[in-house]
Nanobody, 124 residues
Framework: QVQLVESGGGLVQAGGSLRLSCAAS????????MGWFRQAPGKEREFVAA????????YYANSVKGRFTISVDNAKNTVYLQMNSLKPEDTAVYYC?????????????????WGQGTQVTVSS
């Protein structure tokens, strides 16, 4: 059974930084790609960033490009999302997800497994 556990969320002022972690277990993930999504109150879950398991291919939403960095530590089975220059509009619950597609994709319906989410709140 695949388990994805996010951590690292919290409250930060605008302009600050946070690093989210997603610990993956229950499977060999070398054939998976991983993604981060977010959902603000009253809005649909949206794509943030994705990466293949080797870390050689990354993909970002335009809204976070240049501010967020996704990375993977294969030895720890952990995916990270480094978030810099945070804005109030980045406030949301952030979810980690895994897809059996080897290539990182933005479509949430392509993802097979999801974590429980971690809250990120950016104050102005």
């Amino acid at each position: 059974q695949v388990q994805l556990v996010e951590s690292g969320g919290g409250l930060v002022q605008a302009g600050g930084s946070l690093r989210l972690s997603c610990a993956a277990s229950g499977r060999t993930f070398s054939s998976y790609a991983m993604g981060w999504f977010r959902q603000a109150p009253g809005k649909e879950r949206e794509f943030v960033a994705a990466i293949n398991w080797s870390g050689s291919i990354t993909y970002y939403a335009n809204s976070v490009k240049g501010r967020f960095t996704i990375s993977v530590d294969n030895a720890k089975n952990t995916v990270y999302l480094q978030m810099n220059s945070l804005k109030p509009e980045d406030t949301a619950v952030y979810y980690c997800a895994a897809t059996i597609s080897k290539l990182p994709v933005a479509d949430k319906y392509e993802y097979d497994y999801w974590g429980q989410g971690t809250q990120v709140t950016v104050s102005s």
